[in-house]
């Protein structure tokens, strides 16, 4: 008979910890090394765009509009999306041009107008790092497959300080490490109090990613519609969901440039020059002071205004402007102003990505990186290391292992917090009931009982 407790033992502990890090291992070591070069995103960006600052400027600078016009000849076919706020006089105009869903970011003279440098949005150093990083320049299938690993991370991290924390045996071999016990205890100890150190600041990288994630993020959406009713956020959810976006910028412009659009005096059929409404907003967005870079955008709509952004990296200092093309401001909406939900996320984006409290965020997140590949390699160290010949090495599980009532309702909570985790769970157990049943060999490679299934909590 099946006994019953609240939490599983030991040994199942154990092989929830090693299968979740099998699993996760490749994609830990992945993440952290694309992750930590991500953090000095602002640093690389900057000595990349070197060129274009301090330009040597013989007379004031051409209008803005004058920019974009030339901006926009320079990718045929293409029409205007967004115009950066230069930070400084002598820096090269950036404007960002599309065509459908592909958009080009063109470096603009400022006077001489002569087009310094086009370069497609998506193969930007930093962005290629950014896909990268999130969806294995996969697209969809890669998102999902980067959030998959992140929730089993999670398992993986909660298993491992249930196994690892203290109890009434002293802080050495968790909270420091026992020095002069041998290699088997070095690399156990590395593993243990590595594991210890990074786990919190782990945990939060990996619940703070979620939004992005093409599943998670459109789940969060959709319980936020339900209840809030229908939600614009600051971020898309996964490369679909930032395509799709660019697709109704640039339908919703060239529709305002139409012949239809300027019958009905839309001010973007006008022409671009002496008297544009970008001519008119650019100071007055400047004089707004808004954290850089500062994006201005045309209306894609009729009736509706122009728009200017701060996209800064901080995102609690971003800030959006909504303008007349007479030039008026007609709002402003600060961080502080958004729902609560879109002011958790973005604190949590912005210290995923280091730059909530400037160096020290960075280098914190960058201990975390690599105490993470730290305690990946020390883990594989310790499988091979440990594991019998002609066996994965998983921990053997005990024929009759108790029924952890606590545990399962905390997986179901999992489950329906992170619903990729949830249906990935049930297709490992169906599989463990369904097929390994069937497949003694498999039983014994996997250190399985041979004997009916039971349940893995």
Same mark, same amino acid.
């Given at each position: 008979m099946t006994s019953t407790r609240n939490w599983p033992g030991r040994a199942n502990l154990w092989r929830w910890h090693f299968y979740a890090?099998?699993?996760?291992?490749? %994609?830990? =070591?992945? =993440?952290?090394?694309?992750?930590?070069?991500y953090l000095f995103r602002p640093q690389i960006e900057a000595a990349l765009g070197a060129p274009y600052r301090g330009l040597a400027l013989a007379g004031p600078p051409a209008p803005p509009s004058a920019q974009v016009a030339a901006a926009v000849a320079a990718v045929p076919g293409s029409v205007f999306h967004?115009?950066?706020?230069?930070?400084?006089?002598?820096? /090269?105009?950036?404007?960002?041009?599309?065509?459908?869903?592909?958009?080009?970011?063109?470096?603009v003279h400022p006077r001489s107008l002569a087009i310094l440098a086009r370069v497609d949005e998506d193969a930007r150093p930093m +962005?290629?790092?950014?896909?990268?990083?999130?969806?294995?320049?996969? *697209?969809?299938?890669?998102?999902?497959?980067?959030?998959?690993?992140?929730?089993?991370?999670i398992i993986m991290l909660v298993s491992g300080l249930l196994l690892w924390w203290p109890r009434g045996g002293g802080l050495a071999g968790v909270v420091y490490p026992r020095l002069g016990r041998g290699r088997r205890a070095f690399w156990r100890d590395l593993h243990a109090v590595t594991g210890f150190w990074v786990s919190a600041m782990a945990l939060f990288l990996l619940v703070s990613g979620l939004p992005w994630a093409k599943s998670w993020g459109g789940y969060l959406k959709a319980v936020r519609g339900v209840v809030e009713g229908p939600v614009k956020q600051d971020?898309?959810?996964? +490369?679909?969901?930032?395509?799709?976006? +660019?697709?109704?910028?640039?339908?919703?412009?060239?529709? $305002? $440039?139409s012949d239809h659009a300027e019958h009905q005096g839309m001010t973007m059929a006008h022409p671009?020059?002496?008297?544009?409404?970008?001519?008119?907003?650019?100071?007055?967005v400047a004089a707004q002071h808004l954290a850089p870079p500062v994006l201005i955008a045309p209306p894609t709509g009729p009736g509706a205004p122009w728009t200017a952004k701060s996209d800064a990296a901080n995102r609690p200092l971003r800030s959006d402007l909504t303008l007349s093309s007479e030039g008026r401001i007609l709002s402003r909406r600060d961080f502080a102003a958004r729902k609560l939900v879109d002011r958790l996320v973005g604190w949590g984006v912005a210290i995923h990505e280091g730059q909530? %409290?400037?160096?020290?965020?960075?280098?914190?997140?960058?201990?975390?990186?690599?105490?993470? $590949?730290?305690?990946?390699?020390?883990?594989?160290?310790?499988?091979?290391?440990?594991r019998p010949v002609?066996?994965?090495?998983?921990?053997?599980?005990?024929?009759?292992? /108790?029924?952890?009532? *606590? %545990?399962?309702? =905390?997986?179901?909570?999992?489950?329906?917090?992170?619903?990729? %985790?949830?249906?990935?769970?049930?297709?490992?157990?169906?599989?463990?009931?369904?097929?390994?049943?069937?497949?003694?060999?498999?039983? +014994?490679? =996997?250190?399985?009982?041979?004997?009916?299934i039971v349940s893995a909590t």
């Open positions: 890090g099998l699993f996760c291992i490749p %994609f830990i =070591l992945w =993440l952290s090394l694309t992750g930590s070069l967004r115009y950066q706020l230069p930070e400084a006089a002598g820096d /090269a105009a950036q404007v960002i041009v599309g065509r459908g869903r592909d958009e080009t970011r063109v470096y +962005r290629i790092v950014f896909r990268l990083h999130g969806e294995l320049l996969a *697209g969809d299938a890669g998102s999902y497959l980067v959030e998959l690993a992140a929730s089993w991370a971020w898309a959810s996964g +490369r679909s969901g930032e395509l799709a976006q +660019r697709a109704a910028l640039d339908a919703g412009t060239r529709a $305002m $440039m671009i020059g002496d008297g544009h409404p970008l001519d008119r907003l650019v100071p007055l909530a %409290f400037g160096w020290a965020n960075q280098l914190l997140n960058l201990a975390t990186a690599l105490g993470l $590949m730290l305690l990946a390699l020390s883990s594989v160290v310790l499988w091979l290391r440990r002609g066996t994965l090495g998983a921990p053997p599980a005990p024929a009759r292992p /108790a029924l952890a009532r *606590g %545990f399962g309702v =905390l997986l179901v909570l999992l489950g329906v917090a992170l619903p990729l %985790f949830g249906l990935s769970l049930l297709a490992v157990l169906a599989v463990e009931r369904l097929v390994l049943t069937r497949w003694p060999a498999a039983r +014994r490679w =996997l250190g399985l009982p041979l004997v009916a």
